[in-house]
């Protein structure tokens, strides 16, 4: 529903003002869940770059346990990053007032997607019904 001329009027006076305080817009942007996804990815990029120098100094050194511990630390970080990207992707953790909208769940499968068991069910269920 569009607001009318008087309420965008108090709408943009209202957000002007919280605009110019920075006490405001700091605790807003603490509580931004983009700001701590863009940290934790930043984070887990910089344990990649870390892992992958242990996996190289163990490889030119030949001491394979350091080698296998780097990328140990390689794997787990990207794990971690492809966590954080998933949970950033999560319909509940957008930010209130964005531009976003709530995605709908696909099937039985809550919102990701739908495994290939998900597909031949439905496939069976939406089968002609003379080819039983």
Known sequence: MPLSE??????????????????????????????????RLLVA???????????????????????VAGFVVMLASAAFAVQ?????QSPDLHVVGGTTSRRRPRGKSGGRRPSILDRMEDRWRQRPEGHR
Do not use: N
Request: proline share 6%; aromatic share 6%.
């Open 84 to 88: 954080s990207h998933r949970r950033a």
């Open 6 to 39: 008087h309420e965008q009027r108090l709408f943009e006076q209202i957000e002007r003002s919280l605009a110019e305080d920075p006490k405001f817009a700091s605790a807003v942007r603490a509580s931004d869940p983009r700001f701590h996804t863009r940290r």
């Open 45 to 67: 990029a910089g344990v990649m770059i870390a892992g992958l120098a242990l996996l190289v100094y163990g490889a030119v050194i030949k001491t394979p346990p350091l080698a």
